[in-house]
């Protein structure tokens, strides 16, 4: 399995999301937005945050890994190798590697991450997701409080069965 950032924020594309920020309180004019102002708009998760993509490459990761990435539908097109131009595809393990790319957009990224780093997501699933906040980071820090299981993004764990992991977190 690796993981591979294929595209992500420019400063470029930072300036346009200030930009369109400001359009919506009547103000003009590109300037360059601050570290902390990036924080800022990531936190509160204004629309202009949806300006900011991504496209990430997981290659060879198991097939069934992929299809629990493919469940998440907003703000991000999947590419996945298809499976009808193959003769034996009833007889493909589930755990058969796929190349799997994402599009995606800055807010997509944190919704998937809530999901896919919980510790009741499949480990390997969870494995792939840790990956993608690592190499995410290592291009985008201002992501780093923002990639993170549910419970910590919402202050308690809302899963029919809680793993804990929240609960020691904070104690």
């Given at each position: 399995m690796?993981?591979?950032?294929?595209?992500?924020?420019?400063?470029v594309?930072?300036?346009?999301?200030?930009?369109?920020a400001r359009?919506?309180?009547?103000?003009?004019?590109?300037i360059?937005p601050?570290?902390?102002?990036?924080r800022?708009?990531?936190?509160?998760?204004?629309s202009?945050?949806?300006?900011?993509?991504y496209?990430?490459a997981?290659?060879?990761i198991?097939?069934?890994?992929s299809?629990?990435?493919?469940?998440?539908?907003?703000?991000?097109?999947?590419?996945?190798k298809?499976?009808?131009?193959?003769?034996?595809?009833?007889?493909?393990r589930?755990?058969?590697?796929?190349?799997?790319?994402?599009?995606?957009n800055?807010?997509?990224?944190?919704?998937?991450?809530r999901?896919?780093?919980?510790?009741?997501?499949d480990?390997?699933?969870?494995?792939?997701?840790?990956?993608?906040?690592?190499?995410?980071?290592?291009?985008?820090?201002?992501?780093?409080d923002f990639?993170?299981?549910?419970c910590?993004?919402?202050?308690?764990?809302?899963?029919?069965?809680?793993?804990?992991y929240?609960e020691k977190?904070?104690?």
């Amino acid at each position: 399995m690796e993981i591979e950032i294929l595209r992500f924020p420019t400063d470029v594309d930072w300036a346009r999301c200030l930009f369109l920020a400001r359009v919506t309180q009547g103000k003009d004019g590109m300037i360059t937005p601050s570290e902390e102002w990036k924080r800022k708009i990531i936190s509160a998760e204004h629309s202009p945050i949806r300006t900011l993509m991504y496209t990430i490459a997981m290659w060879q990761i198991p097939y069934f890994a992929s299809v629990h990435f493919v469940r998440h539908k907003f703000g991000v097109e999947h590419y996945v190798k298809s499976q009808r131009v193959n003769p034996n595809r009833g007889e493909d393990r589930q755990d058969s590697p796929v190349n799997h790319v994402m599009d995606l957009n800055a807010q997509a990224l944190i919704n998937i991450s809530r999901k896919r780093l919980c510790y009741k997501a499949d480990p390997k699933t969870r494995e792939i997701m840790e990956e993608i906040a690592s190499e995410i980071l290592k291009v985008n820090p201002v992501m780093h409080d923002f990639m993170v299981p549910d419970c910590v993004y919402r202050g308690a764990c809302h899963e029919f069965q809680s793993c804990g992991y929240f609960e020691k977190r904070t104690q």
